[in-house]
């Protein structure tokens, strides 16, 4: 079965600096990876995904994300934080044949500070 | 009106009442999901449709009933529900493998 893990469940940034949010997956077969923002009272929005190609996936709001695969890690980076990336951040891994059975990380909440 | 859209927002039942969640899909998608999303832990996937039929059912009590009656619409139906059942229930959609998921607002449910 596959998981992921994100590390951090509340990361704080300054206004202006590196967003960085970690995920390290766990996948006995070629994993499809994703990273989903949910906003205060919403439902999850999918900021970028990864299935095979390029390792280096770009997304939506300035995110991207890059496969390592030597790594197990799916890291999610913004070079410029900015007061609406404040939200909680969940990466999610599934695998061929799974039927939508993404399975989702605990989450990282975001905080942005001026 | 595009994308998921979910019905009520929110909702306050009492143990033995029985209501339901509604949920419609405007993307010509050909699976939707029920999760449920609570405090302090990962979202956890209820129920899977394919053309309208069930494909998982993740071990979830028998008072919580899922119907899908087209590609576009799902229910889940609530009868005896407890406390611990408040949650926010996030339905979603997809095409085809390897999806992404396209989630609606959700339904804040308080059971009291």
């Known amino acids: 079965a596959q998981s992921v893990t994100q590390l951090g469940s509340h990361v704080s940034v300054s206004e202006g600096a590196l967003v960085l949010l970690r995920c390290n997956y766990s996948?006995?077969?070629?994993?499809?990876l994703f990273w989903y923002v949910q906003y205060p009272n919403q439902g999850l929005q999918l900021l970028l995904k990864?299935?095979?190609?390029?390792?280096l996936v770009k997304g939506i709001n300035g995110f991207e994300a890059e496969f390592k695969k030597s790594e197990t890690s799916f890291h999610l980076t913004k070079p410029s934080a900015h007061m609406s990336d404040a939200a909680e951040y969940f990466c999610?891994?599934?695998?061929?044949?799974?039927?939508?059975?993404?399975?989702f990380g605990a989450g990282t909440q975001v905080v942005v500070t001026p | 009106e595009t994308g998921v859209t979910q019905t009520p927002r929110h909702l306050v039942m009492g143990m033995t009442n029985k209501k339901s969640l509604k949920c419609e899909q405007h993307?010509?998608?050909?699976?939707m999901y029920w999760y449920k999303q609570s405090a302090k832990k990962p979202l956890e996937l209820m129920f899977v449709?394919?053309?309208?039929?069930?494909?998982e059912n993740n071990s979830v009590p028998s008072r919580f009933s899922p119907e899908c009656p087209n590609s576009s619409h799902l229910f889940l139906h609530l009868h005896t529900l407890q406390p611990e059942d408040s949650a926010l229930y996030l339905c979603a959609s997809s095409q085809e493998f390897p999806l992404p998921l396209h989630f609606g607002n959700g339904t804040r449910l308080t059971v009291t």
């Open positions: 449709y394919s053309l309208e039929e069930r494909v």
């Open positions: 996948s006995s077969v070629p994993p499809y």
């Open positions: 993307l010509g998608h050909n699976a």
């Open positions: 999610a891994v599934t695998v061929t044949d799974s039927w939508g059975k993404l399975q």
């Open positions: 990864y299935t095979t190609g390029a390792t």
